[in-house]
């Protein structure tokens, strides 16, 4: 805050050094602070640790057949972060109702408390102090006794904040690589979670080697069998893991430089904290001036509590993340952090005397300068219409990436351009699918495509009857579906086959792989002659009578091929499978089912409610598809316009 002329005073005109005896001093020195602050920060390390257990369980736990304990959602983490589902919702034009519920509880929270989603709850911001107490505290590999003290970086994060923004104006975010939700659960996805199955799995494999699965089986009823995980790979895992390894990196900088100086939801959540309860009142004429919580401040939060201060204690309640480490390191204890009523408030309203009620310390202004206002906002809404002109821009006519026509969404994605505005990186779809078919994207799309997801049949299909990833996506680029809607409305793209390579159509040999595992049936062989084929293969074409045979090929039925990529993921040609899925002919429209916002905690009878009426929705279309699947039997005639 800046400081006004007549505000200047002189400390030690009101804060007279105090004479202290030799029991006092050492008391200072061996019990600073009090005994309720002590327990309050045991409390929050308690707290952290097992929000960070929950998170990391959540997060191995959530399967394709398992999203929910009881009936909370395992992506409860995710929809705690409201400036996702702000800042999504704006983009996108799409609101995830179900994330409103979480999102508010934060909201209100941070009314009360200032950050103390960033101080007791970000999973980010635990991984961070316990990479501090590893690494760079006192007698640590990587300590340095210097780490900067300094406030010039603090106003990064509402830049960063304001770029967003800007670029928010033409449905791009790009505040959501460094949102911390998603940036942690990104990089536990594609670069923690394999190796810790492989482990997983390998140690489970070993127990059942030398008979202990056995043993725990028959006395105890356990059976690790059930407890392997899904081995999955990703790509991108090399930049995703430097960006998570720059975070824990810059603390040797400035303890919680992330949080401090570039984090935007914890920006988002500064300015909501300045109005916050949670105060912190100091006892100026029992201070004693030893700077102790300014200089170690978590968060930097205190100034001016040195003895010739030109300007007045401050504490910034847009930095505090209220970890009550100032509260226990005060030696005479003169901090005190209360919620009370504002004086303010109870003195308009009668309920004490003007002046009579301690005030909490001053904050100071958050000043950006209307330069760097103008200058942010104007570079986000520059970098949003250069996204939004760039010639990488999906063709919706066309239904294809200018360079790319294998670029498939998962099923119940949002249109395009909301989708990518919509798509927060998290990779919680990624994690969850049971075929790793999921994989981030890096130049598929272009540049505002990275790390959001795309269908690789090439390494796995989408499974029949999973609905996981729609189920699990915290912003709803992916919205919810049934199997019901996957198998009669959605269509990712059309599988087509390339007759130069298939060793039915070129060779007239009998292969039926992709009409076997199709569970569509919308692989279809036809009778086709062919006389450039021998009619006994053991003898030459050139003898006579032995010109031309009938060959059974594969054909797509455009109606019932929903893009699936079973068949390419089977198909025996290798390295170019001869039947391959294109975004030709997708379809992503369909009702998705309702929601309300309580559902972010508990969502009951969700399979229920999501499958409630959909068999009367698509009875036509199931005789339908019943009747042509009966009609193309083997020996069907070829269909009007297949060219056959």
């Known amino acids: 805050m800046a400081v006004q002329p007549d505000e200047v005073i002189r400390a030690e005109a009101v804060t007279p050094a105090r004479a202290l005896t030799p029991e006092q001093k050492r008391r200072m020195v061996r019990e600073p602070g009090n005994k309720a602050a002590h327990r309050i920060v045991f409390f929050r390390r308690l707290t952290q640790l097992t929000l960070f257990g929950l998170f990391v369980l959540f997060f191995f736990m959530t399967t394709v057949s398992s999203q929910h304990v009881g009936w909370v959602p395992k992506n409860l983490f995710m929809t705690l972060d409201f400036l996702n589902t702000l800042k999504n919702a704006i983009a996108s034009h799409h609101v995830a109702i ?12 941070t009314l009360w408390g200032g950050r103390i989603f960033c101080g007791w709850i970000c999973p980010l911001g635990t991984a961070i102090d316990i990479s501090d107490r590893l690494l760079y505290r006192k007698g640590r590999l990587f300590y340095n006794r210097r780490r900067s003290e300094t406030r010039r970086f603090r106003n990064w994060k509402y830049i960063y904040l304001l770029v967003g923004l800007g670029a928010l104006a033409y449905g791009v975010d790009v505040l959501t690589f460094g949102d911390p939700l998603s940036l942690i659960t990104r990089t536990f996805t594609f670069c923690f979670y394999a190796p810790i199955a492989y482990v997983w799995n390998g140690i489970l494999s070993v127990t059942d080697a030398i008979g202990v699965s056995r043993l725990l089986y028959r006395f105890a009823g356990i ?61 100026m004429d029992g201070c004693i001036h030893c700077k102790k919580c300014e200089i170690q401040s978590r968060m930097g939060s205190y100034e001016n509590l040195e003895r010739n201060a030109r300007a007045p204690a401050q504490h910034s309640m847009s930095e505090c993340i209220q970890c009550f480490r100032c509260e226990t390191i005060c030696p005479p ?153 996957k198998r009669y409305k959605l269509k990712l793209g059309l599988a087509n086959v390339n007759q130069s390579t298939c060793i039915a159509w070129n060779g007239g040999r009998d292969c039926v792989v992709c009409a076997e595992v199709c569970p569509y049936s919308a692989v279809v062989f036809r009778d086709k002659f062919d006389d450039g084929l021998a009619k006994d293969p053991t003898r030459p074409i050139t003898d006579p009578g032995n010109k031309g045979r009938t060959k059974r090929v594969p054909t797509v ?14 198909c025996p040609v290798l390295p170019d499978h001869s039947i391959v899925v294109y975004t030709f002919q997708e379809d992503r429209e369909y009702d998705a089912p309702s929601e309300t916002p309580m559902d972010g905690f508990f969502r009951r009878n969700w399979t229920q409610r999501k499958e409630a009426g959909k068999t009367a929705e698509y009875a036509e279309t199931v005789e339908e598809f019943r009747k042509r699947v009966e009609v193309q039997g083997p020996g069907a005639p070829p269909m009007p316009g297949s060219g056959l």
């Open 223 to 283: 059976e690790l069998d059930g407890m392997h995980v899904p081995a999955m790979t990703f790509y991108n895992a090399v930049p995703v893991l430097i960006v998570f390894v720059g975070v824990i990196a810059l603390s040797a900088v400035q303890e919680r430089f992330w949080c401090r100086n570039l984090c935007p939801y914890g920006g988002l959540l500064a300015l909501i904290s300045r109005v916050g309860c949670l105060r912190h009142y100091i006892k």
């Open 557 to 570: 039925d455009e109606k019932l091929c929903t893009g699936c990529g079973i068949c390419e993921y089977h």
């Open 98 to 109: 179900y994330a409103l519920g979480p999102g508010l509880l934060i909201l209100l929270l």
């Open 333 to 485: 204890d003169v901090i005190q952090i209360q919620a009370r009523v504002p004086a303010a408030v109870k003195e308009r309203l009668g309920l004490a005397k003007p002046g009579a009620l301690a005030r909490p310390e001053p904050q100071n202004a958050i000043d950006l300068g209307r330069r760097r206002v103008v200058a942010a906002l104007g570079a986000g809404l520059v970098w949003g219409a250069t996204a939004r002109a760039s010639a990488d821009n999906y063709q919706g006519r066309m239904r294809r990436y200018p360079r790319n026509n294998r670029a498939m969404r998962p099923p119940g994605a949002l249109d395009e351009r909301a989708f990518l505005s919509a798509c927060t990186r998290c990779a919680e779809c990624m994690k969850v699918c049971p075929t790793n078919a999921l994989q981030p994207a890096f130049l598929e799309t272009g540049v505002e495509g990275i790390w959001t997801p795309i269908l690789v049949p090439s390494i796995g299909p989408c499974a029949e009857k999973c609905t996981a990833c729609g189920d699990v996506c915290p912003t709803h680029a992916i919205r919810p579906f049934s199997w019901q809607d």
